[in-house]
């Protein structure tokens, strides 16, 4: 059984920094895609950015510029380095990949790591 294992969450005052990690039990050449998304209270879970095997990224408008996704495929870890950080970024992030074994795709979810941003 895959595990997503999310760390590096905390509190943080406007402006500043946190790296979040991702890190997973299996090779991550098997995942397609892996990806970051938030659910703050109250709303729905939203993709905030996503990263293919092959390295290409795609990430939320209102985090562009300010987040940067990575993968680091031999230590079986993704990141999310958020920089700027606004109040409307406290949520909780999950880490999400998928993969396709025998023509079923396969999604997983880490635990979830709260953002919490001090205004």
């Known amino acids: 059984q895959v595990q997503l294992v999310e760390s590096g969450g905390g509190l943080v005052q406007a402006g500043g920094s946190l790296r979040l990690s991702c890190a997973v039990s299996a090779s991550m050449f098997s995942f397609n895609s892996m990806a970051w998304y938030r659910q703050a209270p109250g709303k729905q879970r939203e993709l905030v950015a996503s990263i293919t095997v092959g390295g290409s990224t795609t990430y939320a408008d209102s985090v562009k510029g300010r987040f940067t996704i990575t993968r680091d495929n031999a230590n079986l870890t993704m990141y999310l380095q958020m920089n700027s950080l606004k109040p409307e970024d406290t949520a909780v992030y999950y880490c999400?990949?998928?993969?396709?074994?025998?023509?079923?795709?396969?999604?997983?979810w880490g635990q979830g790591t709260q953002v919490t941003v001090s205004s």
């Open positions: 999400f990949a998928i993969r396709a074994r025998l023509g079923v795709q396969q999604p997983y």
